[in-house]
């Protein structure tokens, strides 16, 4: 079993920046990709980023490309999000969850544990 924890969400101005830490514990952290999704009310889950399992291949959504990146700190068994020039669109919960693979992917039936989220609202 795999325990997934996100932090780091919050409420925040348009044009502010928020950093979204996933701690990862129960299996070899460093075997696998990591990815951040996000849903907001009344929309479908989405990939925002994800990165392979040695940290130097990622994808990003065209949506946060240029604002958003990820990154990952094997040694912590720590995922991250650093999120800029935040927007009111990017309102929403955010997971964090583990793939199944050692590389990037980006559809939701590959990743196989989820963290509980974290709420992102930004204001305009």
């Known amino acids: 079993q795999v325990q997934l924890v996100e932090s780091g969400g919050g409420l925040v101005q348009a044009g502010g920046s928020l950093r979204l830490s996933c701690a990862a514990s129960g299996r070899t952290f460093d075997n696998y990709a990591m990815g951040w999704f996000r849903q907001a009310p009344g929309k479908e889950r989405d990939i925002v980023a994800a990165i392979n399992a040695n940290g130097r291949s990622t994808f990003y959504a065209d949506s946060v490309k240029g604002r958003f990146t990820i990154s990952r700190d094997n040694a912590k068994n720590t995922v991250y999000l650093q999120m800029n020039s935040l927007e009111p669109e990017d309102t929403a919960v955010f997971y964090c969850?583990?793939?199944?693979?050692?590389?990037?992917?980006?559809?939701?039936?590959?990743?196989?544990?989820w963290g509980q989220g974290t709420q992102v609202t930004v204001s305009s």
């Open positions: 969850a583990a793939g199944s693979r050692s590389w990037v992917t980006f559809t939701r039936e590959e990743y196989i544990y």
